[in-house]
């Protein structure tokens, strides 16, 4: 059974935030909000959990799961190396609703489905996102539907499609605007635009200083 916590109420906060991190470490998987949509998470680095995060959405491993971390200093843990141009969109636009996908250290020893050697990463803009990133690490987060689903943007929603194969329901209230964050490849010679989002081309351009846009 699922438990839901109303963590626009302090305590209901505190004991959620802790029901979820627990839930995390165990290998179950949560439900949390974001500044863009509720997303469904794991402990990035648990393979089972991980999978298990892909079932719940009905979804292979031809789509892999991106990583929310919870501090800029975490990425560099995470990728073989950090471009200047990486650290230039970081320092920009991190937390918020930009995601970057950068060659990941090969140390590492997870399964997010067939990324071919790289991780998709991002700072969500979310107290109770950063609270919990800060306490168990970084976690492997889908938006929180069914594949195929509109996204939800509402812990309401996210259980109306996911159920009991969640613990851990962490409800922040509304997400706004059911907006996907803007992601940037930045594991060739230039930066490419893989989907425009709340940040704007324009403005990931400005800060690289190379116009950015889809690949060509």
């Known amino acids: 059974m699922s438990a839901v916590y109303d963590c626009e109420e302090p305590a209901s906060r505190a004991d959620g935030l802790a029901a979820a991190a627990t839930a995390v470490r165990s290998g179950r998987l949560v439900v949390l909000p974001t500044d863009t949509v509720y997303g469904i998470g794991a402990d990035a680095f648990d ?3 991980v999978r298990a995060l892909l079932r719940a959405k009905h979804r292979g491993p031809d789509m892999p799961v991106g990583v929310l971390v919870g501090s800029w200093s975490t990425v560099d843990g995470l990728v ?3 471009p200047d141009r990486a650290r230039a969109l970081i320092e920009a636009f991190w937390p918020g609703d930009l995601s970057l996908v950068l060659p990941h250290a090969p140390s590492l020893r997870w399964d997010l489905g067939s990324t071919r050697g790289t991780v998709m990463l991002r700072m969500p803009l979310h107290p109770v996102a950063l609270e919990l990133l800060r306490e168990v690490g970084p976690m492997a987060v889908s938006s929180a539907n ?3 689903s509109p996204p939800a943007a509402t812990a309401g929603q996210a259980r109306e499609q996911l159920g009991d194969s969640v613990a851990v329901y962490l409800d922040g209230g509304p997400s ?3 907006v996907a964050s803007t ?3 930045l594991t060739g010679g230039e930066p490419v635009l893989l989907r425009e989002g709340p940040v704007t081309a324009e403005a990931v351009s400005e ?3 190379v ?3 889809p690949a060509r």
């Open 47 to 49: 393979s089972a959990a």
């Open 80 to 82: 073989l190396g950090l």
């Open 146 to 148: 069914v594949s195929g």
């Open 176 to 178: 706004g605007e059911a």
């Open 183 to 185: 992601i940037v490849d």
């Open 207 to 209: 800060v690289v200083g």
């Open 211 to 213: 116009e950015v846009g």
